[in-house]
């Protein structure tokens, strides 16, 4: 059965700093997901990983995937307030139909 | 296009009743996905239908539940004699063919089970 573990699971960083939120998983998969989800609201894709050593960045985030290790992170770089929202990760079950399982995210706030 | 829709975004319900949510993808995504979520957890999936053809369900899926998408449009989702364990977020994603694409979540159906 796949696992899925992010962790920290609470990060608290004041603007300006960096840190990198870590994903790892239990059995093979060449798929990864990052969504970010604000209070009350639905998840919104971030990044899509496909291959061993995929690197994507968007802004201040950065994910990279290592399939060796059954590893993936996220890299916040130079953090604002409005990074400030809970931060899932999610690995494609297998097979073709695309069941994602995710993981308990990372709650991310931000303080000036 | 405006994304993924669901219908109703909140539902109040009595234990015993039976509910029904329905989900709106993307035109053109013929892959829908529910999910459900509680609070402080990731989504967990439920079930899957490629076009009309449900191909996946999880066990978390229990008797109580159905779903549908009847011409592989538009699906519901229907949990009969709800139970307070049901309450959660309720939430559909389409994709297109390709399953290395992402999965476009809609906002979700809140359930609360009183």
């Known amino acids: 059965e796949l696992k899925v573990e992010q962790n920290p699971l609470f990060l608290s960083m004041q603007e300006g700093k960096n840190y990198t939120i870590y994903c790892n998983y239990s059995?093979?998969?060449?798929?990864l997901y990052w969504y970010r989800q604000d209070p009350g609201k639905s998840l919104e894709s971030l990044f899509v990983?496909?291959?061993?050593?995929a690197v994507k960045q968007e802004g201040r985030l950065m994910a990279s995937l290592d399939t060796k290790a059954r590893l993936s992170t996220l890299h916040i770089t130079a953090a604002v307030h409005d990074l400030s929202a809970t931060y899932f990760c999610?690995?494609?079950?297998?097979?073709?139909?695309?069941?994602?399982?995710f993981g308990k995210g990372t709650k991310l706030s931000v303080k000036p | 296009d405006t994304g993924v829709s669901q219908d109703p975004r909140h539902k109040i319900t009595k234990r015993g009743q039976n509910v029904t949510f329905r989900c709106d993808p993307i035109s053109e995504h013929n892959r829908l996905y529910w999910y459900r979520q509680t609070l402080g957890q990731g989504p967990e999936f439920l079930t899957y239908f490629q076009n009309e053809a449900q191909l996946e369900k999880s066990r978390l899926l229990s008797d109580r539940f159905s779903a549908e998408r009847p011409k592989g449009s538009f699906s519901t989702l229907e949990i009969q004699r709800t139970e307070q364990g049901d309450s959660a977020m309720y939430l559909c994603a389409s994709s297109p063919e390709n399953f290395a694409d992402t999965q476009y979540f809609g906002p979700g159906t809140r359930l609360t089970v009183l």
């Open positions: 059995t093979t998969s060449d798929r």
């Open positions: 999610a690995v494609d079950e297998g097979g073709s139909q695309g069941n994602l399982i």
């Open positions: 990983l496909l291959s061993n050593g």
